[in-house]
């Protein structure tokens, strides 16, 4: 199987995005423009769930916006990478993250994500740089705080 690299701005493709080493997850994500930590800050296993509820609708509205789709991987377990992004245009202070869901050696899901008070999370294609505070793409943002998606995607403290 070939390993495609696609250029930034290209949507991905669960067909053809391998995931299965930390040098392919981050090749991958610099396809998109991304400057990401060597290694992930986080590795969390996690599991799609069998009936999906309004918040992981929202998520895979957000992943099939940009490629991929979770609904056939519902029961699926997998692992969440979390890598830290050093180049977010118009963020100084606020830590940001590349979010690379891998199931079966294959980059399922992916997501950037803020985790300052009152974060944002949106696809991978990196936006504009502008004046403006408020962080929204073409491509995709979901409407949910970014404690609500991390909770649905394995990081819930409940």
Same mark, same amino acid.
Do not use: C
């Given at each position: %199987?070939?390993l495609?690299? =696609?250029p930034? @701005? ?6 053809? $995005? &391998?995931?299965e ?9 610099? +396809? /998109?423009?991304?400057? #990401? !930590? ?13 009936? /999906? ?5 929202e ?8 490629? /991929?789709?979770?609904?056939?991987? &519902?029961?699926?377990? @997998? ?12 963020? +100084?202070?606020?830590? #940001? =993250?590349?979010? $690379? ?6 980059? $399922?899901?992916?997501? #950037? ?6 974060? /944002? %999370?949106?696809? =991978?294609? %990196?936006?504009? &740089?502008?004046?403006?505070?408020? $962080? *929204? +793409?073409?491509? @995709?943002?979901? @409407?949910?705080? &970014?404690?609500? %998606?991390? *909770?649905?995607?394995?990081? !819930?403290?409940?």
């Open positions: %199987m070939l495609i690299s =696609l930034t @701005g290209v949507k991905a493709s669960k067909d053809a $995005v &391998k995931g080493t930390n040098e392919e997850r981050i090749e991958y994500l610099q +396809t /998109f423009g991304w400057q #990401v !930590s060597n290694d992930p800050v986080e590795v969390v296993n996690i599991t799609i769930p069998e009936e /999906f509820d309004a918040t992981y609708n998520y895979n509205a957000l992943q099939i916006s940009q490629g /991929f789709d979770l609904s056939s991987y &519902k029961g699926d377990s @997998g692992t969440r990478y979390t890598y830290t992004i050093s180049n977010y245009p118009n963020e +100084t202070s606020a830590q #940001v =993250l590349a979010n $690379v869901i891998v199931i079966n050696d294959q980059i $399922v899901a992916a997501d #950037v994500s803020s985790v300052s008070a009152g974060g /944002f %999370m949106h696809t =991978l294609q %990196m936006p504009e &740089k502008s004046n403006s505070e408020a $962080v *929204d +793409t073409e491509s @995709g943002s979901t @409407g949910l705080t &970014k404690d609500e %998606m991390l *909770d649905s995607l394995g990081n !819930s403290s409940k």
